[in-house]
């Protein structure tokens, strides 16, 4: 997995539990409209669908890409 920087002076950047709708674990980071941010650890897990190939994770965000799109970056699988 690939470092993180943690910008500890950002007010909008900042780990987050999360539903992620992927077909793979293999990738690092995610566009938001695929991200839903949830309150708790417990409610990532619940909400938690492998057949829908929705997955609950950490993630670190939103930061915008060289692309102009909103991202979140994994930091782990909570299934894992």
Same mark, same amino acid.
């Given at each position: ?11 909008? /950047? $900042?780990?987050? +539990? ?6 793979? @674990?293999?990738?690092? @980071?995610?566009?938001?409209?695929? %991200?839903?941010?949830? *309150?708790? $650890?417990?409610?990532? /897990? *619940?909400?938690?669908?492998?057949? $829908? $190939? =929705? &997955?609950?994770?950490? %993630? +670190? ?6 692309? =102009?799109?909103?991202? +979140?970056? &994994?930091?782990?699988? &909570?299934?894992?």
């Amino acid at each position: 997995m690939p470092r993180i920087i943690i910008d500890p002076e950002s007010s909008s /950047l $900042k780990e987050r +539990y999360a539903v992620i709708r992927t077909p793979r @674990r293999s990738r690092q @980071r995610f566009a938001e409209a695929i %991200v839903r941010i949830v *309150d708790s $650890k417990q409610q990532a /897990l *619940d909400e938690a669908d492998a057949q $829908k $190939k =929705c &997955l609950p994770a950490i %993630v +670190y965000g939103p930061s915008v890409s060289s692309e =102009c799109q909103r991202i +979140y970056y &994994l930091v782990c699988w &909570l299934d894992e």
